[in-house]
């Protein structure tokens, strides 16, 4: 059987009912899954952000904007009052001609949780075949407010939550697409890289470890790991790097030389993983401070928690000291 017109734009094949063109508006395609009676999705253009009616009626030219998803397709042509005139099964974007899309459909209805949440009716486990769907996984949505791109921060069956690049989802989500390669709009998926800084300033005491973790700014948090208490929570196992600076403020002390010994340290579920230190005198009447680098790369599990302490010993004036970035990345 001869196939459909799809480029620039779908109409039936010629002869279909013994005529064509305007002769075939309102005429209906109805689109299934390849060998269903299911209902799949087709596209009013390549972003394929917008879903079709379906099924699509034919303009008074006989014809309409059809762009398929990744998926394959049965299509069942119509006239007006519902009778069957034609059925192709197999059809996809390769044998019609469309450039296949990084954007994958669910094929499924998109539920609204809340503005960083919601489920898909009908899948059962997004984590497998054919979705894959993972911590870091793409996801393109449209919802009223227009579409919105975003990241899989975590799967729970047919639930995904998520961390949106830029606006919200909205109880108009319609369509919920997966992201497969890279490109305008990325569908890339995004790696683990969290960037803070400006912590709080703390108070040492005298040879005691003090956790530096205090309420600052999340500058940047791909997947949303970063915890309220300025620590970080791996979700994906691999080998990370920590780095950063610490700034160290010592008041003036009343006579002769302090001697300050600081020690700076990463630590992995509060054990030390990597240290920093330094030793500085410090003449009476004067304000002192220091910054120190630090930089370590480490294997986590998914909930390992990464910190920042300082250990200090001193004479005198307690020094300050605070977190001005700390930068934690998933090289692998």
């Given at each position: ?34 060998g269903t009676s299911t209902p799949q ?78 489920s898909l009716t009908g899948i059962a ?208």
């Amino acid at each position: 059987m001869s196939s459909p017109l799809i480029v620039p734009k779908f109409a039936f094949p010629g002869g279909v009912y013994g005529v064509a063109g305007s002769a075939l508006a309102g005429f209906k395609l109805n689109t299934y899954a390849s060998g269903t009676s299911t209902p799949q999705a087709t596209y009013t253009d390549s972003t394929l952000s917008v879903n079709n009616a379906n099924p699509v009626i034919m303009d008074a030219n006989g014809q309409a904007n059809v762009w398929l998803g990744n998926s394959s397709y049965k299509f069942v042509g119509t006239d007006a009052s519902g009778t069957v005139v034609w059925t192709v099964d197999n059809v996809t974007q390769s044998s019609l001609g469309q450039a296949q899309s990084e954007w994958v459909s669910f094929n499924a209805v998109p539920v609204f949780i809340s503005t960083t949440s919601f489920s898909l009716t009908g899948i059962a486990d997004l984590t497998v075949s054919p979705y894959f769907v993972a911590i870091g996984t793409r996801v393109r949505t449209v919802n009223t407010g227009g579409t919105i791109y975003s990241t899989v921060t975590a799967v729970s069956a047919n639930t995904l939550t998520v961390k949106n690049d830029s606006g919200v989802l909205d109880a108009g989500l319609s369509s919920a697409s997966y992201g497969i390669i890279g490109g305008a709009q990325s569908s890339l998926a995004k790696r683990s890289l969290y960037i803070f800084q400006s912590g709080a300033n703390v108070t040492m005491v005298n040879a005691v470890t003090t956790s530096l973790s205090a309420i600052g700014t999340n500058v940047l948090d791909n997947l949303n790991e970063g915890t309220t208490s300025g620590t970080f929570l791996a979700k994906v196992a691999g080998t990370y790097q920590a780095s950063g600076l610490v700034s160290f403020v010592e008041g003036a002390a009343t006579t002769g030389i302090q001697n300050v010994a600081q020690q700076v340290q990463v630590r992995k579920n509060s054990a030390v993983i990597g240290s920093t230190f330094i030793n500085w005198p410090i003449a009476a009447s004067t304000i002192s401070s220091q910054v120190i680098p630090f930089n370590f790369t480490a294997a986590l599990a998914a909930s390992d928690v990464i910190d920042i302490a300082c250990t200090a010993g001193f004479t005198g004036t307690a020094p300050t000291a605070n977190i001005l970035q700390l930068k934690v990345e998933r090289l692998a």
